[in-house]
Every structure is written in structure tokens, then in C-alpha cells.
């Protein structure tokens, strides 16, 4: 019902086509991408950019009103030069997803007529989703620096949204954003007291360099935390194996149990990969959290070190802002002596 801003400007949609299934969008318009807190990180938005490459709807609101609307969300694609389609019946379209899997697509824009046979052989030849390189896309060019407290979390950027900054930043750290391939002797240079491996798209073995920089971190017992893509890298790092889903998680109602305390937490997610189930047991893992519904892996623990990974998004936005407490986990691993 709400979070498309959060979800289309969220990195890991990066090269997606999203639809979303409830019917109406756009009622409450998109806030002003200028707005940002004292620390220079933007309040609602999760990237500098749209990154989704295009958005199906089935009812797109032309009017809309919210107390810190700037403009419609038409207006924002418009600018932002993303097409978008309505009129869709979206949920039978999500039944086919669901059926098939995911599946190549096209969003052709066009003050012609299109030739859709055309289409159809451009994405026969087109660059599959499993191929694309996304890191030089979603990745930051450099380091970025956000705070000014005495203590530093780096975070290793995959595609980190803007709400990973600002939950680090809330439990009292500075938050030193560092491209995906950094060296570790670089990383440690900033002697941080933990480090997060963020969020991102695609496929975890495309990132080798942020593999062997997460082999080190466990080796040497940096108090480390994976989030999403970073909870796949952190997992083959400690001899686990990872695997495409047949049509991903997405979405801000999915249940997790906590296997500590056997709660479920309603969480959001965002991804296309998961960690196999079976290779746990060979691993340097304990299962922390697993899927309600298909029983996949959504969080594990290291046996030894001061390591944890989560599958969901625990910096939420969009909501449900259940899992938070996993920046807390973070913390007392980092002050724990």
C-alpha cells in the first residue's frame, strides 16, 4: 500500500522491472529529494536516483496529497526519465511470476507504433539479468563520511540503502561508506569497531574481491554484519553456498522466526538469492533466522567469531521496522571485549 518511493529508489531493484500489486499508486505523491538530515544523508529516499528501470501499476493516481508532497509520482519518472505502464492487472501478472519464475521483459516507451515482434527479438539477445555487472552502478566512487562520533562502522557499500546509514549512525557510530572492492588494509585504516557489508543486487559471486574481504574480517574477528547480498557474500565466505530463487522475496510482509527465541518478525526483503539451506551444515554458520513460508534461509550466526548476517532488510524502508534490534546485536558485539 506504501514504500514505492523507498523501494524504486532502493539499489538492489537496480536492473528490475517492479510491479506492484496493490491497486492503487501514487496517492500520496513523492517528497522532496532535496531534503536531507544534519548529516547530509537524504530523509526519504534510499539512493540518489531511481533505480528500478521501469514500474507497472494497475491504477496510477494523477492527483495526490501528503503533507510533504513535492511532486506526483508520474512527475518523478517523468524527470528521472523512467518509464513506467498502467492499467495493468497486476496480480494476475504476479500469478505468472509466481508460476514461472522470473522472467526477461520489456517496457518499450515510443510516439510510434511499436513493432512488438521487434521487441520480442531485442530481449531474446539482450544481457540476462544472472550476467550484469551492477557494482559500477549501485557502488559508491569513493569514501563518504557521515557523523562525528568517536567511533566508526564501515560500511562496505554493494548497493547499501540510505536507512543502513542512518540505523548505524542511530546506535551512536560514525559511518565511513567505502567503495565494494576496497582493499582490507584500507578498511582497517579507519580502525572501525565493526563492519557492515550492505544490501545490493544480483548475483554474490560477482563480488570476489568482497568475498576475500570477508573471509579476512572473519579470520581476524572484526565484529561483522551482512545484509541481504551481504549476508550471501559473508555466508560463502564461511563455506556456504548460495543459489538463485525461483522468484526472489520481495516485498514488506514476510515472516521470519527467530530459531533463539522461536518469535516470527514480519520483515521486508529485497532479493533474488538465498543462501542453500543444506550447505549450513558444512559451514562455519548456525541458523539464526529461517523463512515461515518456504523455509529458506534468512539469518545465520558464526559458530566462533563475531560474525552475523541477516537476509531481510532490518534498516526497513520501507517498513515493517520490526528487526532494528539487528543494529543493536551489532553493537554489543562490538563493545563486547
Aim: hydrophobic share 35%.
Amino acid at each position: 500500500m506504501v514504500g514505492y518511493t523507498e523501494a524504486l529508489t532502493d539499489p538492489s531493484y537496480n536492473g528490475q522491472i517492479l510491479t506492484l500489486t496493490y491497486p492503487l499508486v501514487g496517492n500520496y505523491g513523492v517528497p522532496d529529494p532535496t531534503i536531507v538530515d544534519a548529516d547530509g544523508i537524504p530523509k526519504f529516499f534510499e539512493s540518489d536516483k531511481i533505480q528500478a528501470r521501469g514500474l507497472v501499476v494497475h491504477e496510477l493516481s494523477l492527483t495526490a496529497s501528503h503533507w510533504n508532497l513535492f511532486m506526483t509520482l508520474d512527475e518523478w519518472m517523468h524527470n528521472e526519465k523512467i518509464p513506467g505502464i498502467s492499467g495493468i492487472d497486476t496480480r494476475e501478472l504476479t500469478k505468472k511470476l509466481r508460476t514461472g519464475g522470473v522472467m526477461m521483459a520489456a517496457l518499450v516507451v515510443s510516439d510510434s507504433e511499436i513493432n512488438v515482434d521487434d521487441v520480442k527479438m531485442q530481449l531474446k539477445s539482450a544481457t540476462h539479468y544472472d550476467s550484469e555487472q551492477f557494482m559500477d552502478d549501485v557502488s559508491t566512487k569513493e569514501e563518504k563520511i557521515f557523523g562525528d562520533a568517536e567511533n566508526t562502522v564501515v560500511v562496505i557499500d554493494t548497493g547499501a540503502k540510505h536507512a543502513i546509514l542512518r540505523n548505524i549512525r542511530d546506535i551512536g557510530y560514525k559511518v565511513v561508506l567505502l567503495p565494494w572492492n576496497t582493499p582490507y588494509e584500507k578498511i582497517m585504516s579507519y580502525n572501525p569497531k565493526g563492519i557492515v557489508l550492505s544490501s545490493g543486487p544480483g548475483d554474490p559471486q560477482k563480488c570476489p574481491d568482497t568475498i576475500d574481504t570477508a573471509k579476512k574480517l572473519i579470520e581476524d574477528n572484526i565484529p561483522t554484519l551482512g545484509i541481504c547480498l551481504g549476508a550471501q557474500i559473508i555466508g560463502i565466505a564461511g563455506n556456504t553456498e548460495t543459489y538463485k530463487l525461483k522468484y526472489g522475496h520481495r516485498g514488506q510482509n514476510k515472516p521470519c522466526v527467530n530459531l533463539e527465541n522461536n518469535q516470527v518478525y514480519v520483515t521486508s526483503q529485497n532479493h533474488g538469492y538465498g543462501i542453500t539451506p543444506e550447505s549450513l551444515e558444512k559451514s562455519d554458520f548456525n541458523l539464526w533466522f529461517t523463512n515461515a513460508d518456504d523455509k529458506t534461509v534468512e539469518g545465520i550466526k558464526h559458530k566462533t567469531k563475531k560474525c552475523i548476517a541477516v537476509q531481510f532488510h532490518p534498516e526497513a524502508a520501507p517498513g515493517p521496522y520490526d528487526c532494528k534490534f539487528i543494529f543493536e546485536e551489532l553493537k554489543e558485539l562490538m563493545e563486547k571485549q
